[in-house]
């Protein structure tokens, strides 16, 4: 099967691209609303400095016009009581602070947009003080008596005038007043519009990653666990970004390459049940055909060996030598026939015949095969050393057999040294590990894989009797209790060879020393 990219699967936006569109069009509300906002601030800003650096100060300056007007009168009207240069002196000085004053407020309000009427109110008071001085203070200066209409008059068109113009700066105070005030409200309604396009922009991006991201995730979990429940038709499919629409898609593909493994395991398996069924059948009935055909044997081989030998005696006077020697391989032959028929028959009933398996004392099953091979030790001064032994999960009679089949292959197959053996057991998790090791002629590593086969021998039987079944023996015996056997070899300074396998140390199920299973 061809894997496919995610290109050519599924089509549509990325996650990437979905986060990067939303953090674009979040970038344009707030650049949206700080741009309003700074408007309004920048409106605010303008207002205030109208009113701080403009208006107050010329409001401030027509107050000393007022001081100058008045201290105007006062001195004209001391001089033309009691003249003197001092009174002219503050005429004078007062007429210099009014120009002074006039001059203040008109650079204050030059280039404003209420500059012009404020200008032309300032200069008509100018003119209506201007024509005071000229038509009365003056001429009481120069020392005339002055006409007293002519200042009532003149001096009503400068309080007109100054009236006027004070109500000129007055009315640009409310009017920049208002406007300090609207620039506030502005720059609230911007910061209300700010907030409101943050939050907005802040939804829009939980909307998408939840659309976008969280759902289909959600979506493709769901999916997945229905297939892990067992619904593994199920199709897995998923709406949303390329990246997960590409994610589902392999999980199906995965799914659909799994389910078509696991129905061919099913059907290998229902194969292998059916073989292993029919193997069990056809093992069931060599079993009882080895068992049958052993038992049924073991009379007529008798009878041979027996009607020979009575052959043999009775007519021993009429034999010669040659006719001895036949009736000997004979005799010889039903005997090894015998004994191979026996080993064949032990071979078929292990597991059937060998007792209940139980905790075993493994040395008590040692000393009875060392019983069984007694004349074999002594007649070959063998050594055998071994200390404690432990109990296993077991039968007693298998594992003598076990222990005498591999004690009597380390005494046949012995060195021009008497055999010397050495019997160990350790502990290995749920397994107990036996050494049985040797200082026999050893085994040849090519062979390994043979000597746990049935009938294999290595040498011939001329140079060491037997059948060819003891190692064979062996192993099932090891593998019907749960373990498994294994042979090591020597090398050129400790020749021999060791034998080990693994026996169960308790019953199945049973907890580990120290796993806490019994701790009350």
Known sequence: MTARSPAGRVAGLTIGRLLLLTAALMGVLLVVGAALTSIALGDGRQARH?????????????????????????????????????????????????R????????????????????????????????????????????????????????AAVHTELTALRQRLAGVHRTGAAAVNDGAGKVY??????????????????????????????????????????????????????????LAADVDEMRERILAEWRIAQDA?????????ELRRSNGELEQFAYVASHDLQEPLRKVAGFTQMLEQRY??????????????????????????????????????????????????????????????????????????????????????????????????????????????????????????????????????RIFLIFQRLHSREAYPGTGIGLAMAKKIVEYLGGRIWVEHGDTETPGTTFRWTVRADPPGAPLPGSGADDG
């Open 316 to 449: 021993a006077a009429d034999l010669d030598d040659r006719a001895r020697q036949y009736i000997a391989y004979a005799v010889d032959g039903a005997k090894r026939m015998q004994k191979l028929i026996n080993d064949l028959l032990d071979f078929s009933r292990v597991g059937k015949a060998g007792g209940t398996l139980e905790m075993t004392d493994s040395r008590e099953a040692l000393r009875s095969a060392l019983r069984d091979l007694a004349a074999a030790i002594e007649e070959s001064e063998a050594r055998i050393e071994y200390g404690a032994l432990p109990c296993v999960y077991g039968s007693g009679p298998l594992l003598a057999r076990l222990w005498q089949n591999v004690l009597s292959n380390a005494v046949k197959f012995r060195s021009a040294e008497p055999p010397h053996i050495r019997i160990s057991a350790v502990r290995d998790g749920e397994m107990w590990v036996f050494s049985c090791s040797d200082n026999g002629i050893g085994i040849d590593p090519r062979h390994t894989d």
């Open 189 to 246: 309604v911007a910061l209300g519009i700010w907030t409101g396009l943050l939050v907005a922009a802040l939804a829009g991006l939980a909307v998408v990653l939840r659309m976008a991201v969280l759902r289909p995730v959600n979506d493709l979990a769901a999916q997945i666990g229905t297939v892990a429940s067992g619904d593994f038709d199920h199709r897995v499919r998923v709406r949303g970004p390329a990246e997960l629409a590409a």
């Open 50 to 98: 109208t009113i701080l650096d403009v208006i107050d100060p010329a409001i401030l300056r027509t107050m000393d016009l007022t001081t100058a007007q008045g201290a105007q009168r006062a001195a004209i009207a001391a001089h033309r009581a009691e003249p003197d240069a001092g009174h002219l002196t503050a005429y004078r000085a007062a007429v210099a602070a009014e």
């Open 269 to 277: 398996r229902r194969r292998l049940e059916d073989q292993a069924a």
């Open 100 to 155: 002074a004053a006039s001059g203040e407020i008109a650079r204050l309000v030059a280039g404003q947009e209420f500059g012009e009427p404020v200008t032309a109110a300032l200069a008509r008071l100018g003119t209506a003080s201007a024509q005071w001085r000229a038509e009365y203070a003056d001429p009481v200066a120069a020392g005339a008596s002055g006409d007293e209409r002519a200042d009532e008059v003149r001096q």
